[in-house]
């Protein structure tokens, strides 16, 4: 860890590089707090509600949502962190098209794309003239090509800001670990992108660190790592290893309720940074550290802080579970509706979405992540598009001269409400023009003044009565919550605390796209089921499929409840006005014996349990996404589970799902073998099946399976034989194997 000493001498140079501002950039103001000695709480309370972010901190947060593409060597060696003794040879996209990225980045709304420009194994993708390991000594292009400048010209062409990523860790690089020697040339290299490539807008580093090619470990120079940055892109924001932008703490996407950008000093410790932002792989993906500690500005973390820095939080994710391209991967893309589940707990909640999105070996973007991006963009749309609070009537409690309440929703870049100094509480009621459904409110602070408000609450007038509909504590930036469809015309904002006179910038109201609801939403069930569909609009009809293909307005129309008396799988969708308004809702119904228990001889791994015990007889399958919760993981045991049918009953058919997923260390069973029992404790064997399917790059789900005759049994028991350790043509050739389980069916 870092000592006391380390620590003020690295806050001493953030402070200095905060005060120190380009030309360019104006006045920075007020985006640092020194705390004097003897200063009371609501005395620190107010120094926190001052601080601002600086220009090109504020810039940075309205870009809103970003993109990162994980490209390099790694893309062609099937692997995420490369060892750096990788032949230049092997990095060749056949059809490189950076006009492509960028196109089908900024169609999914997204405004600056971060380029990895070098990663951990230190193969460059410019001609670095400081190493012969890049792109001028791969086949690509006769060794002329430049990735990072075409990706540049890519986002200059069509108005998209550009960043790069360059590792500090460089796994080929001879000096590294002789600090002085590479320190100079990691900043030879910061200077040669920083200077070729047109204007950046933000350079990302991460902590990673370990021995390098001579067994020693380098100490990186972080201070002039960040004054070549200053010197040459002063508009440039300095990302998660700097004093711009901060980590959110995990690589799920997903950021916390109560989201403060105002922080204590402490959290800028570059060596908590560093051990929390990366660790080698673990069972095939990342497994960063969890930093999601509830919140890291309320006023019980800030009263002990001698100073106070503006330091917004950056979340990031990848839209597949590796974050460069692996065609096994090809049908483990988050979805539409994940995606925007994702962007409703990161942007949603006053951070920067950071989405990683990784081409082929062409150097392309694939179909796969085309589709999902298009159908992301196509739900935010429909949802943001119209602010159903516009035209409404405002009553405010109170209003400062100049910030009336109505700047909320005239969307004017520089106007905004505010309540008189030292009113830290105030209600804003909406008349709305008329009756409207809606389900989501979006709120903003006038960030440029600070981030004040720590409580707030939603209500809506029901005729007789005021209706609760939200609640939650910071704004910042951007805060959006959803709730259920409410019809109303007068709502009511209620800020509950602030730190001092509260600002909003912008208040809106706006409506989903209708989802469709399944009842029972899947499981299964021993004769027959029914099933009922329904929709959160009332103007929208219900379209569906028992067949697994996707549901379209000409699908059949939902009017009455299924029947099902088979295992199937359900998918709906709502329709408005011949065009389906969001995606399908999916329910998989099994037809089974049902099992009252199930006991493991050996427990599964605490990190995939699954929903417990009873994951493998709830009728719900998993699906190629191991991280489904839907799989119970067991590494390099074999698996033995019996069920308790209750009593007595006549069997024709015991099947059991796996999965594999080699890249992920996931391997079939090489065997599995079927039990039966009436006690529990006598068992006679029934039948097995070996694996046929050996060495593949495919995503799998694998049904073992076992045909019975006139066999009565309470009891059934699966065996099922782990390969152990991973073969040796695998990356982890010795390691554990990983054996994945789901759904046992009895029929």
Request: hydrophobic share 35%; net charge neutral; glycine share 8%.
């Amino acid at each position: 860890m870092m000592t006391s000493s380390c620590r003020s001498t690295f806050w001493l140079t953030v402070v200095a590089l905060m005060l120190s501002v380009s030309s360019g950039l104006g006045r920075q103001k007020n985006n640092f707090a020194i705390i004097k000695p003897g200063e009371s709480l609501q005395d620190i309370v107010h120094r926190a509600a001052n601080v601002a972010p600086s220009p090109r901190q504020l810039n940075w947060q309205q870009q809103e949502f970003i993109a990162f593409a994980h490209f390099g060597m790694n893309t062609f060696m099937d692997q995420e962190w490369g060892k750096g003794t990788e032949s230049p040879s092997a990095f060749n996209p056949t059809d490189f098209d950076a006009r492509q990225w960028v196109r089908v980045i900024k169609n999914a709304g997204m405004r600056l794309l971060i380029i990895t420009a070098k990663h951990h194994d230190g193969f460059c993708l410019w001609p670095s003239k400081y190493t012969e390991h890049s792109v001028k000594s791969s086949p690509w292009k006769e060794g002329k090509g430049d990735v990072v400048g075409e990706v540049a010209q890519a986002c200059r062409e069509a108005g998209l800001k550009f960043g790069v990523y360059l590792s500090p860790w460089d796994r080929h690089e001879p000096t590294f670990g002789d600090s002085p020697a590479y320190n100079e040339h990691f900043r030879n290299q910061l200077r040669e992108l920083l200077t070729n490539y047109g204007e950046i807008s933000e350079v990302w580093f991460d902590g990673a660190n370990d021995e390098g090619p001579n067994g020693k470990k380098q100490v990186y120079d972080w201070p002039s790592y960040y004054k070549v940055i200053r010197d040459l892109a002063p508009q440039a924001v300095i990302a998660i290893m700097g004093p711009d932008v901060r980590w959110v703490g995990t690589e799920s996407g997903y950021g916390r309720e109560t989201e403060w950008s105002v922080l204590p000093n402490i959290t800028q410790n570059l060596a908590a940074i560093a051990a929390s932002s990366q660790q080698f792989p673990v069972d095939g993906a990342f497994a960063p550290r969890d930093l999601m500690d509830d919140d890291l500005g309320s006023r019980e973390k800030i009263k002990n802080a001698s100073a106070l820095v503006w330091y917004p939080a950056e979340t990031d994710v990848s839209i597949r579970p590796g974050w460069f391209y692996h065609s096994s991967q090809d049908n483990l893309v988050k979805s539409p509706a994940k995606l925007v589940d994702i962007y409703y707990s990161s942007v949603g909640r006053n951070s920067v979405l950071l989405l990683n999105i990784p081409p082929d070996r062409r150097g392309q973007i694939t179909d796969h992540d085309i589709k999902s991006l298009v159908g992301m963009r196509k739900i935010l749309d429909q949802t943001f598009t119209t602010n159903l609070a516009s035209g409404a009537t405002i009553i405010a409690s109170n209003e400062k001269p100049g910030h009336n309440a109505s700047a909320v929703i005239e969307h004017h870049p520089t106007s905004y409400w505010t309540t008189d100094d030292d009113i830290e509480s105030a209600t804003l009621e909406f008349q709305l023009p008329r009756q409207r459904t809606f389900d989501r409110l979006m709120l903003q602070e006038n960030i440029s003044a600070g981030q004040r408000i720590e409580a707030f609450r939603l209500e809506a007038w029901t005729g007789n009565t005021w209706k609760a509909l939200a609640r939650g504590t910071t704004v910042g930036y951007k805060r959006v919550l959803r709730f259920p469809a409410v019809t109303s015309q007068r709502v009511r904002l209620l800020i509950d605390s602030s730190r001092t006179s509260p600002t909003l910038s912008s208040f809106g109201l706006y409506k989903s796209p209708p989802t469709v609801t399944i009842e029972p939403n899947g499981g299964a069930f021993e004769s027959s089921l029914r099933v009922r569909l329904s929709s959160d609009s009332k103007k929208s009809a219900i379209f569906y499929t028992l067949d697994g293909s996707e549901p379209t307005f000409k699908s059949k129309r939902y009017t009455r409840p299924i029947d099902l008396t088979r295992s199937t799988l359900v998918k709906a969708v709502a329709s408005l006005g011949g065009e389906v308004a969001a995606e399908p809702s999916e329910a998989r119904f099994t037809k089974c014996l049902k099992a009252q228990s199930v006991i493991f001889e050996k427990p599964y791994s605490a990190k995939y349990p699954g929903r417990g015990d009873t994951t493998i007889i709830d009728g719900r399958r998993g699906s190629l996404d191991f991280q489904d919760k839907e799989w119970l993981g067991f590494n390099g045991d074999d698996v033995v589970a019996s069920l308790d049918l209750g009593e007595s009953k006549s069997i024709h058919k015991i099947t059991v799902g796996f999965l594999q997923q080699q890249g992920s260390w996931i391997f079939l069973p090489s065997e599995v073998k079927f039990f039966v029992s009436e006690d529990g404790i006598s068992w006679k064997t029934t039948g097995n099946q070996s694996n046929t399917l050996k060495q593949t790059e495919s995503v799998v789900v694998k049904d073992f399976s076992c045909a019975l005759k006139n066999v009565s049994a309470r009891f059934v028991r699966v065996d099922a034989k782990n390969i152990g350790t991973c073969p040796p043509w695998h990356p982890g050739a010795g390691d554990k194997a990983w054996l994945f389980l789901d759904e046992v069916v009895v029929e």
